[in-house]
């Protein structure tokens, strides 16, 4: 089915490029048919490349000097451009609405089956099958904008399948969706694989999701890919892991698991030794130290270690610097936010999460005058200003948001003039203080890369550095994590700490729950625009079935998040 013959690329050209490493470089590979392979590596790594390889796009339109070959289905890339390789591979990019061409979900999968002269008989009855296959039959003539991210995700997907491809490849398919949307995703795609025989070959970052799901595990590091290996094995080398993988090496068990399932299997030790530590003294006299059960409650657990070490705890005396209350927005004839009330501290990291469409980003922008309510007031700062009344340029040292798409934010030539006009308006210019942001977040960047050239995670974190650069007292970030491996989610983490210290209020919209199981203070639910539940991370995310993270799932119902609140808990805070 495909065939990676050693191949090599070089993004340069003209003479003297070959002799340099290359920005990848691949074994000789070959991947039979009803493979679904996970590409795993760290954010900018080379995944992104590697898969533009499989249908064209490197070198056809990146440019850029290639060796070797990449066969798919017995096309020689080299030689057919994407558009003829359209009828055997189908690729979805990381942003599935920046590919509609068409107003309609019903259109919108004919389409491309137009431009391959597919017959109309064949077009309708694949049009149906796909529909089903993929559980859109309900939305089949709704506009195209007004669907959740997970069902425009599944769109994106069908659109390419009923064009009849061989190879379906998927970039970064869930980084949007929220945790049930994402499973719903990868489960069509495992049917895809099963009942089909169709091979899918899917590059992500939040390996939890997908992990349990593939048949082999491709590494890209530094632009050297490896050839496919057994996930247990992958996981045993690889430089980014899920935290179930992280509570495994931690504990000792062997063979490590890839699932929840597994790891719950060998927790029973574990959480027997958690239990006697999380109970109060008063409580663990009461049970005579016995192990936790699922009637524990929140009054009867041992404050100390639910606190995540170095995680900001906020005194409630704190000033509120960001506030809302009965706030009511609405985004065309859509009612995205419906009386809200929410009073965000200094010195608070608050999280908030729902299912797509349940009105974040619109809380989000409305918080930074963006979007101006229909209803409610808004107000930041000490003084209690409405964003939405002040210049962009006094807004943005006021408030900083940072949206899911970086690229409205970025405007220079190079990533070097990016920070050096960041450092400008801030009133420090020369200063590199952007610069030396962005190292912190996404590590070393080549400062005279373009930032359209840049990874997804590096282009987020190079979009947060200029927002940061004016020291905003109030931050915003919508989906912060879409692109950023672990190693890069834990310089982010670092840094909203180190903001939360010094009195920065920090609002995340997210659907990453391990992300809010790490820095979280406090999780904000919503759900139909409404808040449905306000309390500390641990109350909101360990006893819940849709956004509990993977460390609470394994060790249910000893309420610990992350492994590092399972370290502090045994060994003490760091």
């Not at 000097?65 to 890339?77: F, H, L, P």
């Not at 003829?84 to 068409?102: E, H, K, R």
């Not at 559980?135 to 009849?164: C, N, T, Y």
Request: charged content about 20%; some cysteine; proline content about 8%.
């Amino acid at each position: 089915m495909i065939h990676l013959d050693s191949l090599r690329v070089w993004y340069d050209e003209g003479p003297g490029t070959t002799d340099r490493p290359p920005d990848l470089q691949t074994p000789d590979v070959r991947i039979g048919e009803g493979e679904l392979i996970l590409v795993a590596g760290p954010t900018g790594s080379g995944k992104s490349t590697l898969l533009r390889s499989l249908n064209g796009l490197v070198p056809h339109f990146t440019g850029g000097t290639v060796a070797g070959r990449v066969i798919v289905d017995g096309r020689d890339t080299r030689e057919y451009r994407p558009r003829d390789l359209a009828d055997v591979v189908g690729m979805v990019q990381q942003n599935p609405a920046a590919s509609f061409v068409t107003d309609t979900v019903e259109d919108e999968i004919a389409y491309g089956m137009e431009t391959l002269a597919v017959p109309p008989t064949v077009m309708r009855r694949r049009v149906e099958e796909t529909l089903d296959l993929l559980g859109l039959a309900a939305v089949r003539r709704r506009v195209l904008h007004e669907l959740s991210g997970g069902q425009q995700q599944r769109v994106a997907i069908a659109a390419v399948l009923a064009a009849g491809p061989h190879l379906l490849v998927l970039d970064e398919p869930t980084s949007a969706l929220d945790p049930v949307a994402a499973e719903e995703v990868l489960s069509a795609v495992q049917r895809l694989v099963h009942d089909l025989g169709l091979t899918v070959i899917v590059a992500e970052h939040r390996l939890e999701r997908v992990i349990h799901h593939a048949d082999q595990v491709m590494l890209v590091e530094d632009g050297q890919v490896s050839a496919p290996l057994p996930p247990a094995v992958a996981m045993a080398h690889s430089p980014v892991f899920p935290p179930v993988i992280e509570l495994g090496r931690y504990a000792g068990w062997e063979p490590l698991p890839l699932s929840v399932r597994e790891a719950r299997r060998v927790a029973g030790p574990l959480r027997d030794r958690l239990a006697p530590v999380l109970l109060a003294d008063d409580a663990q006299r009461a049970t005579g130290g016995g192990a936790l059960t699922s009637r524990w409650s929140w009054s009867s657990l041992n404050p100390l270690t639910l606190r995540r070490p170095a995680a900001i705890s906020p005194e409630a005396e704190s000033p509120v610097v960001a506030d809302v209350a009965g706030l009511t927005v609405r985004r065309g004839p859509h009612l995205a936010l419906r009386e809200v009330d929410l009073a965000i501290r200094a010195g608070q990291i608050a999280t908030v999460m729902g299912r797509n469409g349940a009105g974040k980003s619109t809380l989000l922008w409305t918080l930074a005058g963006a979007l101006r309510p229909d209803a409610g007031t808004v107000g930041i700062g000490e003084r209690v200003v409405d964003p939405a009344s002040l210049a962009p340029r006094d807004r943005v040292r006021l408030v900083g948001m940072v949206p899911q798409d970086p690229n409205h934010l970025l405007y220079a030539d190079s990533v070097g003039q990016e920070c050096a006009d960041a450092d400008a308006d801030a009133g420090r210019p020369g200063s590199g203080a952007t610069a030396a942001l962005l190292t912190r977040i996404a590590g070393a960047v080549e400062t005279q890369r373009h930032p359209r050239d840049l990874s997804e995670g590096q282009r987020l974190a190079l979009a947060l550095a200029v927002i940061l650069a004016a020291d905003p007292p109030v931050l915003l970030l919508d989906e912060p994590t879409r692109g950023l491996d672990y190693a890069a989610k834990a310089r982010l983490i670092a840094v909203l700490r180190a903001l939360a210290a010094r009195g920065h209020a920090v609002v995340l919209a997210t659907h990453d729950v391990e992300l809010a199981a790490e820095v979280a203070t406090r999780v904000v639910l919503l759900a139909e625009g409404q808040v449905v539940a306000d309390d500390p991370s641990p109350q909101v995310l360990a006893g819940s079935t849709a956004y509990a993270p993977q460390v609470a799932r394994v060790l249910h119902p000893v309420p610990l998040l992350t492994v590092e609140a399972v370290r502090a808990a045994l060994e003490g805070p760091c």
